[in-house]
């Protein structure tokens, strides 16, 4: 029986919260890690049997998806981590757009040209946004309350991407801290982050005017 196989860029991008799912529900797949600044992917886009060839895609059987998102619906729905009520489904909803817009203003600052002068406003603001997270999460153990679900995986990552970006980006937020925690101690998710298989860096693709290559900071 042939592997699932996920493909995407070599680098962290918007890929790993599947990595995660995959590796938390323990799932035998193989991976396709394309080169930035090759050919590569222009050899391989076209000749898939993708309806929307783009990056990352993920077939299974006869599945054959691409869109992140997409694709970690798929598997949440698949593997029982979707959200079993009505208001844990709405919870993980509302969450997931959240926390894909958090990522896009971060994605927007280190992109643009004027990063450096809009840098330290922006840190200015990020309490803001973590006091809504903070009041979010309330005492729950995760997005959706004790049971965890996808979105976990997506909020983890994100919330990731800015204690690398700000390193003191937690200290006043103790339930965001112990979330983050939680998540990078689950057994499956430690063993993922501790392998070669992961990639912390770079974050972004090397347009990036942060996290796009170069030597990492010390504390990634």
């Keep these: 029986m042939t592997k699932p196989l996920l493909g995407y860029w070599d680098l962290r991008g918007i890929c790993e919260p599947i990595r995660y799912l995959l590796r938390y529900k323990k799932v035998d797949f193989e991976e396709k890690r394309y080169v930035v600044g090759t050919d590569e992917w222009q050899k391989d886009k076209f000749n898939l049997g993708l309806e929307f060839p783009n990056l990352p895609y993920y077939f299974d059987g006869d599945v054959k998806l691409t869109q992140s998102v997409a694709i970690l619906r798929y598997l949440a729905r698949k593997h029982g981590l979707d959200g ?46 973590f006091k809504l997270w903070e009041k979010f999460l309330g005492d729950r153990k995760y997005v959706a309350g004790n049971e965890i679900t996808y979105v976990d995986f997506q909020v983890y990552e994100i919330f990731d991407f800015y204690r690398i970006f700000h390193p003191s980006t937690f200290e006043s937020f103790p339930t ?11 057994p499956e998710i430690k063993q993922h982050i501790n392998s070669p298989a992961f990639k912390n860096w ?4 090397p347009m990036a005017k942060f996290g796009g290559g170069g030597e990492p900071p010390k504390h990634v």
Excluded: C, W
């Excluded at 709405?90 to 004027?114: C, T």
């Excluded at 979330?179 to 101690?185: A, E």
């Excluded at 770079?202 to 693709?205: A, D, E, I, S």
């Design 84 to 129: 079993k009520t009505e208001e844990e489904k709405r919870r993980i909803q509302l969450a997931e757009q959240q926390i894909l817009d958090f990522r896009m203003i971060l994605r927007s600052l280190v992109v643009s040209d004027g990063y450096e002068s809009a840098k330290d406003e922006f840190i200015k603001n990020l309490p803001n946004h």
């Design 176 to 186: 965001l801290k112990a979330f983050h925690d939680r998540i990078k101690n689950l």
């Design 202 to 205: 770079p974050l972004f693709g």
